[in-house]
């Protein structure tokens, strides 16, 4: 049996629909209020923290904060996501679906793991009918953010067989190269080239998984 280890954000779900405009909305609240100064920022600044939960996130992004203004800025930025998602702004990316659809029906034990919140899990969940696909799901609040190569000491345990991680950013090549497992780079989410350099397969689309597991599973 073969376990495929998924990350979500940048991997399955388009979460720059969402997260773009929560994030500038929540920039301006923190400049307006003269905690930061007031500039743009690109689409590919904003796409280097997709990834990262978000107690890391804004400990590394704004340091200098006090850690009030911290949270409530994060809290304010999750609720502006998640009220476009309930908005039906968000989306999977085109295909995402049918691969996962494809993978499941092959037999495949499909793991949901993710630097996420238990409430963000179980909203996307629910929007998106994640239960159709995923066997499991594990979310870093869970475990007291941990990074995610730890979380998965902790499940495997639980899961007979061999295991393939699937991700677009360093968290998921990494918990795989900590770990001694395959891994295939998902290079049309948010991570760089650099980041899934370690990567066993880097894919361009989506639709080309399904493939890229069996290449690894001879």
């Not at 499909?110 to 499991?136: A, P, Q, T, W």
């Not at 918990?175 to 980041?195: H, K, M, R, V, W």
């Not at 989506?206 to 493939?211: F, R, T, V």
Request: glycine share 8%; charged share 30%.
């Amino acid at each position: 049996m073969t376990n495929l280890i998924f990350d979500y954000d940048g991997t399955i779900h388009n979460s720059m629909l969402t997260y773009a405009p929560a994030f500038r909305d929540t920039m301006k609240w923190l400049s307006d209020n003269g905690y930061i100064a007031d500039r743009e920022y690109s689409d590919k600044e904003i796409s280097y923290w997709l990834g990262f939960n978000s107690t890391d996130m804004w400990g590394q992004f704004h340091p200098e904060l006090d850690p009030e203004i911290r949270e409530k800025a994060r809290i304010m930025l999750g609720q502006d996501m998640a009220q476009r998602v309930d908005r039906g702004e968000g989306a999977l990316y085109e295909g995402a679906e049918e691969m996962l659809s494809e993978l499941k029906n092959s037999g495949y034990t499909l793991i949901f793991l993710s630097n996420c919140r238990f409430h963000y899990l179980e909203r996307h969940k629910r929007v998106f009918g994640l239960d159709r696909f995923f066997d499991y799901f594990y979310c870093c609040e869970a475990f007291d953010f941990i990074p995610k190569y730890e979380i998965f000491r902790r499940i495997a345990p639980n899961h007979e067989g061999d295991f393939i991680v699937i991700g677009d950013r360093f968290h998921d090549i990494e918990t795989a190269a900590q770990n001694g497992l395959p891994s295939i780079g998902c290079g049309y989410g948010f991570g760089s080239d650099e980041e899934l350099a370690k990567a066993d397969i880097i894919v361009r689309s989506i639709k080309d998984i399904p493939k890229a597991v069996k290449e690894l599973r001879t």
